[in-house]
């Protein structure tokens, strides 16, 4: 595949390695257009189907991750070319489809899309320099790709709401304290601690880490009942798995495991 708006690379050792994905648009910040989105989607889905990748990191540069969805793009757009042209929902979300973990690798501006990308990710690794926002209502719309959505849920609604009403941006420490970002890191060790992270998971058993991610996911639709009996069927499932067997083992006989996937 090649790609004229992100940059693709495997990095990692070992048989599962971590697909890094790279926004690429400098000039414009990573503002995301259509044939970013489209590449991104590709990318995304390649990588999910492929048995030799375990994780997938997604990370813009360093001034930004992305600046927000395209303005000049959408600066032209009626509602025909948004409700009849399906916009966002024709291809933005390929990522919510996405059954290994990607990790949002985030510094720089986070912007309106650029946000909401980063909270499709399954977790965000922030650098100190990262700033997140939803300044949508400075150009008169409001937050399109989930950000109304995934924001108060992971934040609280009153910070929530202060940043979609007031276009208000939280740094690096801010959103670690509200929840947003699982960890904050020095710039220049950003990429360092999300590929060992990935690592990590890479050399874990795919069954249980894709049926971990489906189960928290869970926790965000539906009811506590169900959610937990989503999860107790697919910890009873892990079971039929030689990867239980193995990491048991390997756990009682204090040797290291050897996942083989199945
Ligand atoms: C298109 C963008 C852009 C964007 C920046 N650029 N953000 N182009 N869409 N979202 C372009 C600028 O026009 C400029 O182009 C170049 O990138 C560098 O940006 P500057 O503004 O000169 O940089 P700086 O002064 O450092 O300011 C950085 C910034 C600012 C604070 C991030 O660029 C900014 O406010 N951007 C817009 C942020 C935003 O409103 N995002 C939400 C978009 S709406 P030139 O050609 O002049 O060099 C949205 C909808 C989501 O995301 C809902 C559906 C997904």
Redesign the pocket.
């Known amino acids: 595949m090649s790609f004229e708006n992100i940059l693709i690379e495997t990095r990692g050792e070992g048989e599962r390695k971590t697909g890094l994905i790279t926004l690429n648009r400098p ?3 990573n ?1 995301l257009n259509d044939a970013l989105m489209d590449e991104l989607g590709a990318a995304l889905k390649a990588y999910d189907a492929d048995a030799g990748i375990g994780c997938i990191v997604i990370t813009g540069s360093e001034k ?1 991750f992305a ?6 793009a959408m600066a032209k757009f009626d509602f025909n070319d948004t409700y009849g042209g399906d916009f ?1 929902t024709r291809n ?1 979300e390929t990522i919510r489809s996405i059954r290994k973990p990607v990790i949002g690798a985030v510094a720089g ?1 986070a ?3 650029g946000c ?1 990308l980063a909270m499709m990710c399954d977790f965000i690794i922030a650098a100190d320099t990262a700033k997140f926002g939803q ?2 209502i ?2 008169g ?1 409001i ?3 989930g950000g109304t959505q995934r924001l108060p849920r992971a934040v609280g609604k009153a910070k929530a709401m202060d940043m979609v009403l007031t276009s208000r941006t939280i740094d690096a420490a801010e959103a670690e304290r509200a929840g947003l970002v699982s960890r904050v890191v020095p710039f220049a060790e950003l990429m360092t601690v999300t590929l060992a992270a990935a690592q990590t998971i890479n050399e874990l058993s795919g069954p249980s880490v894709m049926m971990a991610k489906e189960s928290v996911n869970r926790s965000f639709e539906g009811t506590l009942a169900d959610g937990i009996m989503f999860e107790r069927r697919m910890f009873h499932s892990l079971f039929a798995t030689a990867d239980q067997k193995e990491g048991m083992d390997a756990f009682l006989n204090k040797r290291k495991p050897a996942f083989k996937q199945r």
């Open positions: 000039k414009q910040l503002a930004a600046a927000g969805a395209d303005i000049t966002i933005w501006f912007l309106g899309g909401e300044p949508e400075k150009l719309i937050p399109g790709a």
